[in-house]
């Protein structure tokens, strides 16, 4: 019987090394099959996650960041042991002692999901394994996915070490609200660093890999503090955390920033805007979009924030002046529903959900708010951000009364007298509190409206090219369209200086005569007959009065005499047009072009001639600090001299292109100060010497004015996206001039302004800027100006008449003392008569550029 026994027991032993081994051997073939195909686990060793890319401003603010996955990386030195403990502990608390995988773990797991017959199924899932997971495989459920995850996970422990595969873990992992990592997610959920999260928030955060929608910190609050508490028991006994610890932050209550414990990290940014949209725009054509959005990139940009902000006011002031001058009342088109206007917390609820492009919210004072109830006369209003009081908001009768309704079918009703003739129950309107100018009290709430009518702004450095400040429009959440760089438009007149400028370099001077006398040319579109904006034709004019009074047809004269390809180089040279069609139309400022590139184009006028390339970004730097673009390519010749002698700067050589003669930029920006003194853009008030010019397109559908100081050259156009007429009385003298006051008025203040630097090469001669006649070095009176020539030019160009070979007009008069070419305004001519120049001209058969 024994000896039956015993050969049973050997015989199953038998069978079992048999099967064991027929087991190990079809295990060691599945592995065998499955290592045979997988990915590489070397690249891990070289990943470089992608992370949010940041903006910073002149003085080192972060102002705007762009990302497509929301991430911040954090180097594991710098990881706080806090931070690691705790996902250690949620996650794989034996992930410094295993291989790999966790074979306790697993049996545990199997053992549970039998037990509770599949109710219980938790993963067991190392840390190793979930980064080969979620690097270099799917997320799909299956066993062969788990085989090849253990194949992998023992091969990356032999590669990696621990603390390279937990700075992998920690800063990819996905924990909801679009945030990656635990950076992000710390900033997202409690607007703080690793390093000031408390225990029970690093805890919060590791309670959240495995399914991030199923503990929201609003909607799941309680299960999210169980398992949290479930995180901190386990750091406690891991030895992570004193048993004390974990007693009193177990009691913690589940606060965020979802359920309005912390402000939103970005509340601390100001509103994103034209300027960084623009970087983004550059840089993802620059450096591709996948690098700009996942490179983690740092941008300092160039933008002066205070001339920023006075950028955006100053052209939203001009935009709505216009707008209100209009009397159309349009509101922003959005009711809200009868019934949700029942309780003060459902308005608000439906006020919040109106659209950024229907009610901006980034223009300073303005909120937007809801029509609650109508009065005799005036409309009760519940505001966005403003708490109600016993006698509500309203907005009173004299409010509208500057307005007539747009109606459904296009029509304007009758003026507003009372608030109902604008605005019904349930419409949402914009507001702003109207204070007084003495002591800033509050007077009344005063109905506002985004302009039909948009523009841009835009201001440099002459000298650098850094563009300090950029509007593209009203409001970026109203139209993200960025009218300064995308929106191709006619200059107009703010053109002509080009055509001058290719003039002086062909031998003109200030003082050369001009015939200003009708023109017509025959065209294949018909016969075209240009005129002056004042209807006139004024004879032989020197050609300073010629750009003073933005005379048309001497500026065509002058491109028919030099020739419109020498003129076209010329644009083409200061980057206007690339290519500029060689039209005579196109010497009017006819072709389109970009406010970015005529602001860019007229700095070399105001630096003296030489290249300077317009730059939103001073520098970039990649995630590890290398710098990888500098706008400022100059050499600093004694910066790395350590024995530099006291008192002495370092010298900073610039390797510029010059792209005109600076004896002919000075004399274009002499004749162009004569503009603001005399001609078009005389508006202009400012404590420093100016330059500049208006333009004025046909039938005032796009007007413009471009000005410099010594120091800051800027820029303004207006007009409607889909161009048609600003109506009479709108030139770019009447509507940018004033903008451009506005913020020159702030940038002078900071950045100074001197006397335009004068070349050598010249001399000074007294002319008569009527007739062009020299004086004498004594001559005195208002028809007296002092043209700088060049050596050698006292008498060239000086009585010499260009009539660009169209052979008319050659017996008119000379342009008369005390004559002015702004519309409706009276003039003496040279026989003595009173005149008055009407204010419109048209330009016949031709849609062209510039008349004013």
């Given amino acids: 019987m024994i000896r039956f026994v ?232 891991n030895g992570y955390i004193s048993e004390a610890t974990y007693q009193s932050e177990r009691l913690e209550p589940v606060r965020s920033v979802q359920n309005g414990d912390f402000p939103p990290f970005r509340e601390a940014l100001p509103p994103r805007d034209y300027f960084t949209d623009e970087i983004r725009r550059q840089l993802s054509r620059t450096f591709g979009e996948d690098e700009f959005f996942g490179g983690g990139l740092t941008i300092r940009a160039t933008v002066d924030p205070a001339m920023q902000d006075q950028a955006s006011k100053a052209l939203q002031h001009a935009l709505e002046d216009y707008d209100r001058n209009q009397g159309i009342w349009r509101g922003t088109g959005v009711s809200i529903p009868a019934d949700r206007l029942t309780d003060e917390a459902s308005w608000r609820a439906a006020l919040a959900e109106v659209p950024t492009d229907k009610a901006p919210r980034d223009i300073e004072g303005w909120m937007p708010a809801v029509v609650l109830a109508l009065g005799e006369n005036d409309a009760r209003i519940g505001i966005e951000g403003i708490a109600e009081d016993d006698d509500g908001h309203w ?198 072009t970009t406010m970015f590139q005529m602001v860019a184009a007229y700095a070399m006028f105001a630096n003296g001639g030489e290249r300077v390339e317009p730059t939103l970004v001073d520098r970039v730097q990649d995630r590890y600090g290398r710098t990888i673009y500098r706008h400022d390519q100059r050499d600093c010749a004694d910066c790395s001299d350590p024995n530099l002698a006291a008192g002495l700067g370092p010298r900073v050589v610039s390797n510029r292109e010059r792209v005109m003669d600076a004896i002919t930029a000075y004399q274009l920006t002499s004749m162009m100060e004569g503009v603001v003194k005399r001609g078009s853009g005389k508006g202009v008030n400012l404590p420093v010497p100016v330059a500049g010019k208006t333009g004025t397109t046909n039938d005032a559908k796009d007007v413009w004015f471009i000005g410099y100081t010594s120091n800051i050259v800027a820029g303004c156009y207006m007009g409607h996206d889909n161009p048609r007429s600003l109506g009479r009385g709108a030139y770019g003298g009447t509507l940018c001039v004033p903008v451009f006051n506005e913020f020159m008025k702030e940038a002078v203040k900071k950045f100074g302004g001197s006397q335009f630097r004068v070349p050598p090469g010249g001399h000074w001669v007294k002319i008569n800027r009527f007739t062009g006649e020299r004086l004498s070095a004594d001559a005195t009176g208002d028809f007296v100006v002092s043209e700088y020539l060049r050596d050698g030019q006292d008498m060239a160009g000086l009585g010499i008449v260009i009539d660009g070979g169209f052979a008319m007009g050659m017996n008119l008069p000379l342009f008369a003392p005390g004559e002015d070419d702004v519309g409706g305004t009276a003039i003496t001519t040279s026989t003595g008569q009173q005149k008055v120049i009407p204010k419109k001209a048209d330009f016949g058969t031709l849609s062209s550029g510039g008349l004013y």
Avoid: C
């Fill in 395 to 592: 907005v009173p009768a004299k409010d509208v009364q500057w307005a007539r309704k747009l109606l459904p079918d296009g029509k304007l009703g009758r003026k507003a007298q009372v608030a109902s003739d604008l605005v019904a129950v349930g419409d949402v309107v914009l507001v702003r509190a109207m204070t007084s100018d003495a002591d800033g009290s509050f007077i009344r709430w005063t109905l506002r409206q985004v302009p039909e009518v948009q523009g841009s702004f835009m201001a440099m450095d002459v000298n650098t090219g850094r563009v300090i400040a950029m509007q593209g429009g009203f409001s970026y959440q109203a139209s993200v369209y960025n009218r300064a760089t995308q929106a191709m438009r006619q200059p107009g007149s703010s053109f002509k200086p080009f055509v001058y400028a290719a003039a002086l370099d062909s031998g003109f001077s200030p003082a050369t005569i001009v015939v200003d006398a009708p023109i017509e040319i025959n065209t294949p579109q018909g016969l075209w007959r240009p005129k002056n904006a004042s209807n006139k034709f004024y004879g032989p004019t020197p050609v300073r009065t010629g750009i003073e009074q933005s005379r048309n047809l001497m500026t065509i004269r002058i491109a028919q005499e030099i020739g419109m390809e020498t003129v076209a180089g010329y644009a083409e040279r200061f980057g206007v047009y690339n290519p500029m069609r060689p039209f005579l139309a196109n010497a009017l400022g006819a072709q389109e």
């Fill in 6 to 237: 015993m050969s049973s027991i050997g015989g199953l032993f038998s069978w079992l090394v048999t099967a064991a081994f027929f087991g190990a051997l079809v295990l060691g073939a599945i592995f065998w099959y499955y290592s045979s195909n997988l990915p590489s686990h070397e690249q891990l060793a070289q990943y470089t996650p992608k992370t949010i890319s940041r903006i910073y401003n002149g003085e080192g603010r972060l102002i705007d960041e762009f990302a497509q996955e929301r991430r911040l990386f954090v180097p594991i030195q710098d990881m706080p042991d806090l931070v690691k403990n705790a996902f250690v502990s949620a996650e794989d608390k034996n992930f410094y002692h295993h291989k790999g995988y966790d074979a306790r773990g697993m049996v545990a797991a199997l053992i549970d999901a039998v037990k509770s017959r599949g109710q219980n199924v938790r993963g067991a899932s190392t840390i190793t394994q979930q980064v080969m997971k979620n690097f270099l495989l799917s997320s799909d459920r299956s066993v062969e996915r788990k085989i090849k995850e253990l194949i992998l996970a023992s091969r990356v422990e032999e590669a990696l070490s621990k603390d390279r595969i937990l700075e992998l873990y920690l800063n990819e992992i996905f924990l909801g609200q679009n945030s990656y990592g635990v950076a992000a997610a710390a900033q997202t959920y409690f607007n703080k660093t690793l390093a000031e999260l408390a225990p029970h928030e690093a805890a919060t955060l590791a309670s959240m890999p495995a399914a991030p929608s199923n503990f929201h910190p609003v909607r799941n609050m309680e299960r999210l503090q169980g398992r949290r508490n479930y995180v901190l028991r386990e750091m406690w006994q």
